[in-house]
């Protein structure tokens, strides 16, 4: 373990476990190593999903260290090239990223989990944005919350600070699946499995079209993608893969796929 993470390399999915007693906080130097960790990981072919977890059954992860930041840990400190959790703004990350989130999730701990592509989450979960009585507001959950739920019901937890159950985060579709804790990690690795079993080429694509395309209308990002701007895209269509997904179909075998 380095600095309060436990990595389970077993390619081709990463695990990453925040592991910093009591809460799972995350300091800046902790930030900063989570973006090393998940700038290799975005990096090496190897590997194709990370799934990002908490030590426990407690906290998935409380956020900010408040006690760093009473010693002088400013809400401006470098987080990493990362940002906040390592892979929120990380550039070019078209690797899926899994958060299996295994108790509270509160502050910064909630801003990586609406950062995530897919979200598994145990029942005793629970999520909140309590910034605004700490006295700053939450930037990146300030930004995304309002993007993946009605804005009036994210202006209600970024205002109140309130907490929400895992009934209420599947119907606002917060997250994709709630099972019990002890199936939390089982669910998440079985997501993970299948997605490898896709072509590497098209599920970067996927992602990149999604990122690329989110704030435009349907036919405007239908044009761009067919424009060349969106580089994976071409890529995916263009490998050997798009060729031997179809063979393989027509063969009634596995595709063996190359990422070329």
């Given at each position: 373990m380095d600095q309060?993470?436990?990595?389970?390399?077993?390619?081709?999915?990463?695990?990453?476990?925040?592991?910093?007693?009591?809460?799972?906080?995350?300091?800046?130097?902790?930030?900063?190593?989570?973006?090393?960790?998940?700038?290799?990981?975005?990096?090496?072919?190897?590997?194709?999903?990370?799934?990002?977890?908490?030590?426990?059954?407690?906290?998935?992860?409380?956020?900010?260290?408040?006690?760093?930041?009473?010693?002088?840990?400013?809400?401006?400190?470098?987080?990493?090239?990362?940002?906040?959790?390592?892979?929120?703004e990380l550039k070019?990350?078209?690797?899926?990223?899994?958060?299996?989130?295994?108790?509270?999730?509160?502050?910064?701990?909630?801003?990586?989990?609406?950062?995530?592509?897919?979200?598994?989450?145990?029942?005793?979960?629970?999520?909140?944005?309590?910034?605004?009585?700490?006295?700053?507001?939450?930037?990146?959950?300030?930004?995304?919350?309002?993007?993946?739920?009605?804005?009036?019901?994210?202006?209600?937890?970024?205002?109140?600070?309130?907490?929400?159950?895992?009934?209420?985060?599947?119907?606002?579709?917060?997250?994709?699946?709630?099972v019990p804790s002890?199936?939390?990690?089982?669910?998440?690795?079985?997501?993970?499995?299948?997605?490898?079993?896709?072509?590497?080429?098209?599920?970067?694509?996927?992602?990149?079209?999604?990122?690329?395309?989110?704030?435009?209308?349907?036919?405007?990002?239908?044009?761009?993608?067919?424009?060349?701007?969106?580089?994976?895209?071409?890529?995916?269509?263009?490998?050997?893969?798009?060729?031997?997904?179809?063979?393989?179909?027509?063969?009634?075998?596995?595709?063996?796929?190359?990422?070329?």
């Open positions: 309060g993470l436990r990595i389970l390399e077993n390619a081709p999915v990463l695990e990453v476990v925040i592991d910093r007693p009591k809460a799972n906080a995350i300091d800046a130097a902790t930030s900063r190593f989570m973006g090393d960790v998940f700038l290799a990981f975005r990096d090496d072919p190897a590997y194709r999903v990370a799934i990002l977890t908490g030590a426990g059954d407690r906290f998935f992860s409380a956020g900010w260290d408040l006690k760093a930041a009473s010693e002088g840990e400013s809400y401006e400190a470098d987080w990493g090239m990362g940002g906040f959790g390592g892979f929120p070019g990350l078209n690797k899926p990223v899994i958060c299996a989130v295994n108790g509270i999730a509160a502050g910064g701990g909630f801003e990586i989990v609406v950062s995530a592509d897919l979200v598994m989450a145990a029942d005793t979960a629970q999520f909140l944005l309590p910034e605004a009585f700490m006295g700053f507001p939450p930037d990146i959950g300030t930004v995304r919350l309002p993007r993946q739920i009605p804005p009036i019901l994210a202006k209600e937890i970024l205002l109140t600070g309130a907490r929400v159950g895992m009934e209420q985060a599947l119907q606002w579709g917060l997250v994709n699946r709630v002890g199936e939390l990690m089982s669910t998440a690795r079985a997501l993970a499995e299948r997605i490898c079993e896709a072509a590497p080429l098209a599920v970067e694509a996927i992602l990149e079209m999604i990122r690329a395309t989110s704030q435009m209308g349907v036919a405007e990002a239908l044009n761009f993608i067919r424009s060349g701007e969106v580089a994976a895209y071409r890529r995916a269509l263009d490998s050997s893969d798009a060729i031997e997904g179809p063979r393989a179909f027509a063969e009634r075998r596995p595709p063996r796929w190359t990422g070329a």
